[in-house]
């Protein structure tokens, strides 16, 4: 039976239809499909409301906690300041209530100017730039009808939106490959420009229009080793920007989702609204064949459910079975997924079913990117000096985070194997016997079903529980030397025999009435169970005592003894609320009991503003949490109501946090505690300073002096405060946000100035300090600012330093 349509997410509002330049490679203009010769110019008030209730239907019907809308064109600054403030506003009202809203433009920046950043700043919309490369690259396609560059204009708007004031509503630039071009020379060219992000598009080809290729080319990998020399060159400049392309090839070989729909095998979720208000399939689909991108219907007469029934919009939802006979059987599938859909197209009457007439490309690409990358991810990865200098700007991509997680898992595994090793010199009482046990089934589970030992061993509460077993060890004179690792092998083996379905009996000797399942949740047994056997079902898993059975069910109804970890399913970002796990109680402040199911609601609806709030306001920090923080642990509310936050540096990936009153403080905390969660697992992988180094030393914001690591782990975390209140300022704080930036943003560099004078360094670490003291922002604050600034520090000066 086909599932229903998915609904659609991601909105292209085709504000003008024509455009000011007369680019020779445009799909739009150039290409198979000339629909635009006969759309109005400009999208109405009209169709602009129409679309803006239908697009707030949609996400009302299907629950959707944001929507990705892209004004687009032609050219959209065509369409003047007036109707794209009417657009922004018509989207804002109606979604008001409904769900966030990322709104975007793309542009060719030609009369981008201060007037429409201005614009874009009040209803916070992001800005794209097309651009190609250097002069020589740019004007290649992108000039003027009568042959005159648009090249300095570009980079004029381009330092625009580079400006203090503006930068935040800097997307990045989209580049189109030509062969002809440098490619060492285009990414220097646009590397300069300090862009957030670049992606380097592929020219739209079909089988009928083939891309052009030089004469040599015979196995069709030109374009692959291309963009292999832009990697290279990325890779040596130490990845002075995020590069879409690269970021999503290393994601979608790692089974993630991809960051572009021209990768891997997420469904399509996109719909474009032409300025007469008709719906039409992805942009793209002009290259095929005149009429390829229409449905046959609008925003007048027609929901956006219907749309998403649309059958070019369900061909492109199929996954695997949605592709070619010759694409099913690639060993790269799941991360090429056959490549965008517009570039299968075949006149012969295949159509669509095809693969891309880029295949060879994407092979030769995807292959040498995993063999550079990926060659043996079983060996604990060498934190490359290019990536510590890009942690140590604040940020840190996914990929660099994942980097992180995959040596913290490596140092599990090798923990795990410690312990393992001292209980089979346990002493009698059938503790070396249960180890072994609980042993040969992870063994069996590994060689079976790796994810899902990974995925119970990558929970950040094991490596506390390993530590902790291998202090209480035999030769510690422990009362219970063995127990607490038996009983913890025991609980990982039966964790992952769940998540892998594995239909063996595990035997786990239970605590105080209480059996952990790690990454799951635990179980209330009836008092004085010794032991319980678990086993999973197909539909979840079995516990056995000695006197009573308890079945706990994916679907239906919990049983009251079972309390089940929640997860939680935001935008791009999956996070459990780690409630019930023993092993948390290792943040130095009490953790909360287990939420209600009203307090559990509230976690997720102010964790859903805060990650939106993080994502559009500080937007370098949101990828690293995505890849990397995985779990939140509640910690009980301050008697004095003070904000209280906590990461453990033995528990990678989880952050404890007692909920504030206000979301914003949140994603405060959020960004704050993961800057202490990323720099610990930098100090597993690097010395940044001298172990022996006995001194301590004084931060501007704690009574007490800290140890080099201390006074380190502070300053990096307070980077993250500072770039969070210059967003809030930014984004309309007034002057309490600009003071407080203005505060710890002085604070800060007086604690950088402490870390570079303390001769406690090593040559990794100065670096990543001087790292640190260029990533402070420069924005000039008023003089109020700096006044009240230096009344706060003082009155903090007075209060709490000694």
Partial sequence: MDRPPLPLRQFVLKMHSRCDLACDHCYVYEHADQSWRGRPRVMSDLVLRATAERVAEHAKTHGLATVHVVLHGGEPLLAGRARLRAAATHLTAALDGVCELDLRIHTNAVTLDERFLDLFDEFGIKVGVSLDGDRAANDLHRRYADGRSSHDRVLRAVALLGRPRYRHLFAGLLCTIDLRNDPVAVHDALAELTPPRVDFLL???TWEAPPPRPADDVDGTAYARWLLAVHDRWTATGRPMEVRIFDSVLRTLRGESSLTESLGLDPADLAVIETDGTFEQADSLKTAHQGAPATGLDVFSHSLDEVAAHPGIVARQQGLDGLAPHCRSCPVVRSCGGGLYAHRYRSDGSGFDNPSVYCSDLLSLITDLRDRHMSDQSAPPVLAQTLLDELATGGGTDTTVDLLARHQLALGRELLGQVRHGTTRAPADGDAEGAEEAWDTLTALDSAAPEAVDTVLAHPYVRPWALASLVAGPRSGAAEPASTAVRGLAEIAAAAAVRAGHPAAVVVPVHDGLLRLPSLGTLTVESGAGRAVVRATADGFTVRTDDRTYTVARTGPEDPAWRGSRRFELDGWSVALEDTDPWRACHGHP???????????????????????????????????????????PLRPSSESADISSAARDAFGAVAIARPAEPETLALLLVHEFQHVKLGAVLD????????????????WRPDPRPVEGLLQGTYAHLAVVDFWLARWRSGGGLPAETRFSRWRDQTAEAVDTLAGSAALTEAGERFVTGLRRALPGDEVSADARRAARREAEEHRRTVLP
């Fill in 685 to 700: 992988l690097t010395d940044l300073y001298d172990p022996a180094c006995e001194e301590r030393f004084y931060a501007p």
């Fill in 591 to 633: 953790a909360h009991p287990r939420l209600t199911e009203g307090e559990a609601g509230a976690w997720r609806a102010d964790l859903t503003v805060a990650w939106a709030w993080i994502r559009r306001e500080l937007p370098r920090y949101a990828p690293g949490i995505a890849a990397g923080l995985r779990v939140i642990t």
């Fill in 203 to 205: 020219p739209h080809a």
